[in-house]
């Protein structure tokens, strides 16, 4: 078993261009923090833990950061959890993506079960091999996710679907001809909306309206095709820094860039001793601590489906959204 594994921190140290300055950024894995498709690390302030996600599983994952402890849950009934979205006012209330339905789970971070008490929305009914993927909200409390094809080939059928949600309305399309919906991020001080669709290879920009939740003028601001199609990086999850540069997980590459999405150049490359770096998300007392989900299909070796934290980045980022539903 993974957790009887005892893995050692993994340090590293960067040479500045400019006046031989030295940083160094720390890689350390959390305690039994295991899961087969890790996803959707979410940072709630009001419990300083770390929610997510073992997808394929059905389960969702509290870190601790006080006791330094994961506590896991099973969904009754269900075998996907996409994502997990603490819901504002209502701390054991969650939105999960099971299949193509995003629910509401009761759930205490600590009981081994969790229960479905509703239904938010369903999307795309009839497409049975489709599912929800990574979703997060908007920092006005509205859900954005989508979908992709899980049985079959998704670079092939791109069947997928990104959507928006408010309480009290109805779910729209934002974008079609989806591959792997993937990583969301918003930046207030640039009116920007950054969004992956994994089999595009790339990170797209958009002018963002925060009172109406309209995106327009999509631009490819990161690119990671390579010379060949065996080698593309594949981007999944996306976050963001208060100075505004992006964070993107790469599935295949066993990194995460540090891009400034204003000039397209990576600052920083945050290496991880697995392959299937699936996203990120900063949290911490300081919000200065990068938690990373990583995943363990296609028999990756240990320490795949470790989830790690990195410290000493000199950065900060912003908590999860709550959802308002």
């Not at 991020?185 to 969004?195: L, M």
């Not at 150049?265 to 989900?293: C, H, M, R, W």
Request: aromatic share 12%; charged share 25%; hydrophobic share 35%.
């Amino acid at each position: 078993m993974l957790t009887s594994i005892r893995f050692l921190p993994l340090t590293i140290a960067l040479t500045g261009a400019l006046f031989g300055l030295t940083m160094s950024y720390k890689v350390e894995p959390l305690p039994d923090s295991y899961a087969g498709l890790g996803e959707g690390p979410h940072w709630d302030v009001a419990t300083q833990s770390l929610y997510y996600v073992d997808l394929e599983a059905g389960k969702l994952l509290r870190y601790d950061f006080k006791q330094n402890k994961v506590y896991k849950t099973q969904i009754e009934g269900e075998s996907f959890a996409a994502f997990v979205l603490p819901i504002e006012g209502k701390p054991q209330e969650f939105a999960v993506g099971c299949a193509r339905r995003v629910v509401i789970v009761n759930w205490d971070g600590v009981s081994p079960v969790a229960k479905v008490v509703r239904t938010l929305f369903e999307v795309q009914p009839e497409m049975d091999k489709n599912r929800l993927n990574d979703a997060k909200a908007d920092p006005r409390g509205r859900f954005f996710g989508g979908t992709m094809r899980y049985i079959g080939d998704e670079f092939e059928f791109r069947h997928g679907e990104l959507y928006k949600w408010e309480a009290g309305g109805q779910v729209s399309i934002v974008k079609g001809d989806v591959g792997i919906s993937n990583g969301l991020a918003w930046d207030e001080k640039a009116k920007k909306f950054y969004y992956i669709d994994t089999t595009d290879y790339e990170v797209k920009s958009y002018d963002y309206d925060f009172e109406t939740g309209v995106s327009s003028n999509p631009k490819v601001i990161f690119n990671l095709r390579k010379t060949s199609p065996k080698d593309h990086l594949l981007p999944d999850g996306l976050t963001i820094d208060t100075e505004g540069n992006l964070y993107v997980a790469t599935f295949n590459g066993a990194t995460i860039f540090k891009v400034n999405p204003n000039t397209g150049k990576v600052l920083l490359e945050i290496k991880f001793p697995t392959k299937q770096i699936t996203s990120a998300a900063f949290g911490g007392p300081n919000l200065d601590i990068l938690y990373v989900t990583t995943a363990a299909k296609f028999d990756q070796p240990a320490p795949a489906g470790t989830t790690y934290k990195v410290t000493g980045l000199n950065a900060t980022g912003y908590p999860g959204a709550y959802l308002k539903a």
